[in-house]
């Protein structure tokens, strides 16, 4: 039988790594440059949570869930995203008990059942940060910039900010109808989805990527014109702040996201030449989402982005991620005693904090000078039965091939310090 990674799956390889640690990495250092915090939730959860806060009627929660009963007989879904779990445990475990607002960051898989392509995938990779506790559009901006110096700090440079308010209770339901009331006449000209959309979640209508249901987006009411006084101050000052930033950002009236939890602002942020799935990072705001999952009513913010799209946007503007170490140091050995002598060398060498490694099968000093090179390694320390005896070590320094021959106990300390010759 002949296994196969499951379809949108995919292994992240050793040559691959290099990528991968320059995205978590910066990830990490620019969150925390941020003060935020960082949280794990579990992998999967009570499949409830979801329904209720991704919402009943989207894609996520119709047809792309990883659902299954466990051994007792519950509901378990693999997490489809990180917002519902994080304010899960925000409510469970009385985070609104600490200073607010709480500025928190992730890192981790989600799974979705999607159709897989370029930069989709089942299982696929965030990084996710939320505020908790505040609703003042200078948080908004704020959560921006997280992901904004994320991209920079990892070097892209060609990326498109979008920005929209998807309103409130308050307002959104008045835009809702008067959505659905210009969409009547139009029906013709809209797919299938867009037809099902026009029944379940009329917002989504706007964000059909079909041809001609753009266009007919296009021309449809804007919500910009109907929010209430509160949506409209709150979406002014976020515009007027991001304005003093002076980054550029576009105000994109069919920008709704795919979660019904959404309030007030929304963004995503798009990248040039990835195919068809360009968004890097979606986010926005959810007012109501705490309370809805059992926790005190709390604002809060936050945004997802996909790791896979970060790196397929890096290699496509010819990013080189900084290369992953390699160990310091190849142990060579002839012969049985020197073997013995090897093993407790790479030993002391790791306890004095220099990376060591060596092949171990008894092979020709040919043959391990040759893995010496492909592993990278800047030195090898060759042992052999005279080497034992005299109680030296010969160094090789395998950048110009120079060889030297030193007493066994300073060898550590050259190869640490680099000072072979
Ligand atoms: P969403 O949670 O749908 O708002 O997505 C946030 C970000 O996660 C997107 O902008 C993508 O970068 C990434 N993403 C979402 N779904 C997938 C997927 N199936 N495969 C890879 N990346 C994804």
């Known amino acids: 039988m002949n296994y196969r990674a499951p379809r949108g799956t995919y292994d992240i390889l050793p040559e691959d790594q290099a990528h991968w640690r320059h995205v978590t990495e910066t990830t990490r250092r620019v969150c925390e440059l941020f003060g935020y915090e960082q949280i794990d939730v579990p992998v999967f959860e009570q499949t409830g949570l979801f329904e209720r806060s991704v919402g009943e009627s989207t894609d996520i929660v119709e047809k792309e869930m990883y659902t299954f009963l466990d051994r007792n007989e519950e509901r378990m879904t693999l997490r489809p995203e990180f917002t519902a779990g994080i304010c899960r445990a925000y409510a469970e475990r009385k985070l609104h008990g600490r200073p607010q607002p709480l500025r928190l960051f992730t890192i981790g898989p989600a799974f979705r059942y999607e159709r897989p392509q370029a930069g989709r995938y089942r299982q696929f990779y965030q990084i996710d940060v939320e505020v908790l506790g505040s609703q003042d559009p200078a948080i908004d901006l704020e959560v921006m910039q997280v992901a904004w110096q994320i991209y920079e700090a990892v070097g892209i440079k060609n990326l498109s900010f979008q920005v929209n308010s998807t309103g409130c209770p308050v307002c959104r339901p008045g835009y809702v109808e008067k959505l659905r009331a210009w969409y009547a006449d139009r029906l013709d000209g809209i797919c299938a989805d867009c037809a099902r959309r026009y029944e379940q979640n009329p917002l989504r209508l706007l964000d059909c990527k079909k041809e001609a249901c753009r266009a007919i987006a296009d021309e449809a009411p804007r919500i910009a014109d109907s929010l209430c006084d509160e949506c409209r101050t709150h979406f ?186």
């Not at 994109?252 to 963004?267: A, E, I, P, Q």
């Not at 310091?328 to 790791?350: I, N």
């Not at 109680?391 to 310090?417: C, F, H, L, N, Y």
Request: hydrophobic share 40%; net charge neutral; glycine share 12%.
């Open 236 to 421: 002014d000052r976020l515009r007027s702040y991001l304005d003093d930033l002076g980054r550029p950002y576009e105000v994109n009236h069919r920008l709704v996201r795919g979660f019904d939890y959404y309030t007030k602002t929304v963004f995503e942020v798009w990248a040039e030449g990835i195919g068809a799935q360009n968004a890097v990072c979606g986010g926005g705001r959810y007012d109501g989402l705490i309370g809805m999952v059992g926790g005190p009513e709390t604002p809060a913010i936050g945004f997802a982005s996909g790791i896979e799209r970060i790196i397929l946007t890096m290699k496509q503007e010819g990013i080189e991620p900084p290369g992953v170490p390699k160990p310091r140091v190849f142990v060579a050995y002839l012969g049985a005693e020197a073997k013995s002598a090897a093993v407790v060398l790479a030993q002391e060498l790791r306890a004095a904090g220099v990376g060591a490694t060596a092949l171990w099968e008894d092979r020709s000093l040919k043959a391990q000078m040759r893995q010496a090179d492909r592993l990278g390694a800047a030195y090898t320390l060759i042992i052999g039965e005279e080497e034992v005896r005299n109680g030296v070590v010969m160094i090789r320094r395998m950048a110009d091939s120079t060889q030297a021959s030193v007493p066994r106990s300073e060898a550590v300390a050259a190869v640490k310090e680099g000072n072979t010759q």
